[in-house]
């Protein structure tokens, strides 16, 4: 299925949720625009990833605690020992 607003669909918030914190994992934001809750979107009926609005609460408590980078640093070395 694809939405008009060409973002990528999740089909829960769930999931859509879990993107959100993978991407967080993922990729290094600066202050400027990232990711930071997610929306049912009127288009398609399905989830996506938004940079406006309040912090996810799940995603927050993450960054507060630094689960996000203690993430980031595991599927570092991950990376690492797949190239050996
Ligand atoms: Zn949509």
Known sequence: MTCPTHKRCHATYALAE???IGAHVAYR????S???G???CDECGQYHLTSQGEVN???????EEGQIQKQKEASW???KFKRK
Do not use: H, I, S
Request: charged letters at 30%; proline letters at 9%; a positive charge.
């Open 18 to 20: 879990e993107a959100l």
């Open 29 to 32: 934001y600066g202050k400027g």
């Open 34 to 36: 990232r990711p930071v």
């Open 38 to 40: 997610v929306y049912q």
């Open 57 to 63: 609460p799940r995603l927050q408590k993450m960054l």
């Open 77 to 79: 070395w991950e990376e």
